[in-house]
């Protein structure tokens, strides 16, 4: 082998490695995106009349830690408005003097709520505040809020919450939150 062949060959090889190691890393499936892609697909996967769901928003990919899935905010905006969506049921149905169990849409509501206020029951973490142990990371969280129709033809406005696994391939809870 020539003396200079041997230094050519040496640096077409770092090329190559660091050309492969490049083109893996920067066209990889992210599992950030594949986060969005995998809610998307689970909240058609979710709603009763997937046909009609217009999505009017996404939030980016949040990190997950542990078993908290949603932070100390998020449980006093979300009771905040499960507040308001009971203080709207009692106003229109008389403090549920004047209940309608035929009334399909206040039932759906009421159900919606319900089903909310038990999975933020659930999510309650008693941990100590002062824990400052690291917690390891768990997954992503989504949201989406969207428009939807019921069965039944009526229009109403919610957002789902779809907690993923670490790469982001399958949901491992999910909630729907009732907006007014």
Do not use: H
């Not at 083109?23 to 009349?49: G, H």
């Not at 008693?126 to 229009?155: C, L, M, Y």
């Amino acid at each position: 082998m020539r003396p200079g062949m041997k230094i050519i060959v040496i640096l077409v090889s770092i090329v190559l490695f660091w050309s492969g190691v490049f083109y893996f890393v920067s066209c990889s499936d992210q599992p950030e995106k594949r986060a969005v892609k995998v809610a998307e697909l689970a909240l058609k996967a979710s709603v009763d009349n997937a046909e009609s769901v217009r999505v009017k928003g996404i939030s980016q990919p949040d990190s997950v830690f542990g078993r908290e899935y949603v932070s100390m905010d998020e449980k006093m905006s979300l009771s905040v408005l499960m507040m308001k969506i009971n203080e709207k049921v009692m106003k229109e149905t008389n403090g549920l003097e004047d209940f309608d169990p035929e009334d399909k849409d206040m039932v759906e509501l009421m159900e919606r709520q319900m089903t909310t206020m038990s999975v933020l029951r659930s999510l309650v973490t008693f941990s100590v505040p002062d824990d400052k142990a690291k917690k390891p990371f768990n997954g992503w969280k989504v949201k989406i809020e969207f428009e939807a129709e019921t069965t039944g033809g009526k229009s109403y406005r919610s957002e789902y919450w779809f907690i993923l696994d670490k790469d982001a391939r399958c949901v491992v809870k999910s909630f729907e939150i009732p907006l007014i």
